[in-house]
């Protein structure tokens, strides 16, 4: 049976033949009752262009409706009374009510035909004008119209139906190539997120790493105590660094996290006092400084402000030049949070760094400006006009800012 249902829906021009066939040969049996050779061939001549009409419904639904109007004006014309192929104008009704390809004015022409057609049959082929014949007629006429009426009702229920399930379908479709494009929004966006983490966690602790290493191949000969200082410097800051790549690996893992595996938590406004000592331990001397009073800040703007504090102070070491100091104030205010970091190195080579040239892709300031965007803040950086440079951020502490 599923074989026979495949079949049926993989070749329906063949099943509509098949019934065609069947269809002539019932008609065939009304023909031959026909009397006289003429009636016979007018008579076969109409139950082929019927059966035609049912072979090729789905292929030209349109053509085949007005094929079977002419077929029926001709028969009114000619007096060919109803026979079996007559079948075909139901089949046909409900054909082009039910296609959702065909014009909408065929449907509607099939409508009048089904209204019409049992109506022009009886009035063509009544005998007797009496009142018994009359009342009789009427009661056949609409006896015949409502198969016609029901047949173009069902053909356009299952039109609707049909146009349904495809908006269905293409809505589906449209989800799912939304969901498919959001998620790769999200992967991009996480992507970037992890790589500005990498950024501000490998640029700041190899930066200290190497200062220190610097220092400690000067001074290894003459001050053994200040190198083995530098060394242990060197050896905390490369384990710090590792923790926080720990931590951002462990985004990327699949699986659960193994047993006894802590990742280090997000660094905030607390740990910046952490990295300003780390910072002067590697011979940058800093002012920090806290107005207001502290309380606890949304995490975002946490790693935000410390991000910012750690790139700053990064671009410091690297291009503010011999001598550099730096000051970092954090002003907690009622709706945000200022941010200001500032040195009297060369600010000017600071503009290289952030248009691409120095550092090679500018990556620290785009990072920043990023980080603040995502948090509805503002960020103004560059030189100042007396020397050095300086980086401002306003980081909004409510959600409708």
Request: proline share 4%; hydrophobic share 45%; charged share 20%.
């Amino acid at each position: 049976m599923q074989r026979l249902y495949d079949f049926f829906r993989r070749h329906p021009t063949g099943v509509d033949s098949f019934w065609a066939f069947l269809l002539f040969g019932l008609s065939g049996l009304w023909v031959i009752s026909r009397s006289g050779v003429p009636g016979k061939i007018i008579a076969l001549v109409f139950s082929i262009g019927l059966c035609l009409v049912i072979a090729l419904r789905r292929k030209y639904p349109v053509k085949m409706l007005l094929l079977t109007a002419a077929l029926g004006i001709g028969q009114l014309a000619l007096g060919v009374g109803p026979n079996v192929a007559d079948f075909a104008m139901l089949v046909i009704i409900y054909t082009v009510a039910s296609e959702t390809s065909a014009r909408r004015w065929a449907s509607r022409f099939a409508l009048g035909a089904a209204l019409l057609s049992p109506a022009l049959s009886q009035l063509r082929f009544q005998e007797s004008p009496d009142r018994v014949q009359v009342w009789a007629g009427l009661f056949f006429t609409v006896l015949l119209t409502v198969p016609f009426v029901l047949a173009w009702v069902l053909g356009d229920s299952v039109r609707t139906r049909r146009a349904y399930w495809a908006q269905l379908e293409e809505k589906a479709t449209r989800l799912e190539k939304e969901r498919e494009a959001q998620a790769r929004i999200a992967v991009a966006a996480e992507r970037a997120r992890i790589a500005r983490e990498l950024h501000d966690v490998v640029a700041h602790n190899v930066s200290v790493m190497v200062v220190q290493a610097d220092g400690a191949a000067y001074v290894l000969d003459g001050s053994p105590d200040q190198a083995r200082q530098a060394l242990e410097t060197i050896s905390g800051t490369g384990r710090q660094a590792l923790a926080e790549m720990r931590r951002l690996l462990g985004v990327l893992r699949t699986g659960e996290q193994a047993e006894g595996e802590e990742y280090v938590p997000q660094p905030g406004v607390e740990q910046l006092a952490d990295l300003i000592d780390q910072v002067r331990g590697a011979g940058l001397p800093v002012d920090f400084q806290v107005v207001g009073e502290p309380r606890p800040l949304p995490s975002s703007v946490e790693l935000t402000a410390y991000r910012i504090v750690q790139e700053a102070l990064t671009n410091t070491r690297k291009h503010g030049g011999p001598g550099v100091s730096a000051t970092v104030r954090l002003t907690y205010r009622d709706d945000d949070l200022d941010l200001l970091v500032e040195d009297d190195g060369r600010g000017a080579q600071h503009e290289l760094y952030e248009s691409g040239g120095a550092d090679g892709l500018g990556h620290g300031l785009i990072g920043m400006r990023e980080r603040v965007g995502m948090v509805g803040g503002l960020l103004d950086a560059g030189p100042r006009p007396g020397g050095g440079f300086r980086v401002n951020a306003v980081l909004p502490l409510k959600a409708e800012r």
